[in-house]
Structure formats: structure tokens, C-alpha cells
């Protein structure tokens, strides 16, 4: 749990630019979240990925590369979610982001359709949300590449709390007989820090 709180924290500070000092704080807020959504498991989970790289860098060294949460229905649905709303009872997917040097690699979008193929296994919903920041392009082309598409979008009055403006979109999961049936392949984008992370 310490080095997934790690990575959200830093994410979270890069996200809301905030300085280093407040990192330790942000730890202990993020660990507190995990650790509530841990008590809503099965409706909930947090998903790692570990990478480990060729010859130059330290083959056969695994560390984590990135993390995301998903959660399968209302009891597993965030109290406080951001704006737009997405319905309560839809699966969700949020707080993803990948190691800074890690990144560009393909490994958001291995996170994204692992996230797919899990909310494929335990929900029947066929309708899946996530967020995205105005700003962020990559995470936004890997998205839509991903087949979502933008369903509502902030009003331009959310930046009178200091928020940034985030489209709400959602993507129809195919009904699969088998989850091998998932496309696993790579993609060229790739998740920024804070692309979709939400304040604990």
C-alpha cells in the first residue's frame, strides 16, 4: 500500500501544483482513502501495474509503474464524486496515473482495459465513466481512442473553486463470452500524471 500511496500523492500534488511540502500530508490523507476504500471491496478495488525494464534499465527489476481505482456500483461509488456526475450505480473508473519516468510506454492504456475487463467480470452494467481534464491531450486521445466519448462537460463557473474544468465521458462495453476476447494492445498515448486523480 505505502509505495501506491506514494505514486497517488505525488500525482495529486503535481495535479493541484502544489508544493513538495505538502506531499506528507497528502500521504496520510490518500493512505486514510485507501484504506476506507479497501473496507468496500468487492464493489470497489484498486488496480497496480508493475513494469520491468530491458538491459539498460535493470532488467528483471519490477516497480510499480501505475494504479488506478474502479468501482462496480453504487456501494462501491465515491460519497463526493467531481463534477459532471456520473450515475451512481454505473461502474467507474478514477485515479489513474503512471510513474513520471514510465510514461508513454502503453502502460495507462493496459490499466484502462484491465479496468474494462474486470468491470466486464463483476458488473453487468454494460456502461463504463471516468473523467478527464480539459487540459490534459494525451489522456483525452487515449480515451477516445479507447472508443469514450463526452457526455457532459464542466460549466466554465467551476473555475470559481479553484477546480479545473473536466469532461464526463463514458464508453459501452462490449458483452463478452470470455474475457480473452479484450483488446490488450498497446497504445501510443499515454495517462499523465492527474489526469482523472480526485481529491481524497
Avoid at 492504456?109 to 490534459?136: F, G, N, P, T
Amino acid at each position: 500500500m505505502d509505495v501506491t500511496v506514494a505514486l497517488l500523492s505525488e500525482s495529486f500534488a503535481e495535479s493541484m501544483l502544489l508544493p513538495s511540502g505538502y506531499v506528507s500530508l497528502l500521504r496520510f490523507l490518500v493512505k486514510q482513502y485507501l484504506i476506507e476504500r479497501r473496507g468496500l471491496m468487492p464493489h470497489t478495488a484498486t488496480l497496480v501495474g508493475f513494469y520491468r525494464g530491458n538491459e539498460e534499465e535493470n532488467e528483471g527489476v519490477e516497480q510499480l509503474a501505475g494504479t488506478v481505482e474502479v468501482s462496480f456500483n453504487k456501494r462501491g461509488s465515491n460519497a463526493s464524486p467531481p463534477t459532471p456526475t456520473p450515475p451512481k450505480n454505473s461502474p467507474y473508473i478514477c485515479n489513474m496515473t503512471v510513474k513520471q519516468p514510465l510514461r508513454r510506454r502503453g502502460i495507462g492504456w493496459h490499466l484502462l482495459k484491465a479496468s474494462e475487463e474486470l468491470i466486464s467480470q463483476m458488473s453487468s452494467s454494460i456502461e463504463v465513466y471516468l473523467h478527464c481534464r480539459m487540459i490534459d491531450a494525451a489522456p483525452f486521445n487515449m480515451y477516445t481512442k479507447a472508443g469514450y466519448d463526452v457526455v457532459k462537460t464542466d460549466s466554465i463557473l467551476i473555475l470559481l473553486t479553484l477546480q479545473r474544468r473536466k469532461h464526463l465521458m463514458c464508453k459501452k462495453l462490449p458483452v463478452l463470452k470470455n474475457p480473452s476476447e479484450m483488446d490488450m494492445s498497446s497504445s501510443d498515448e499515454e495517462v499523465s500524471s492527474g489526469a482523472d486523480i480526485q481529491k481524497p
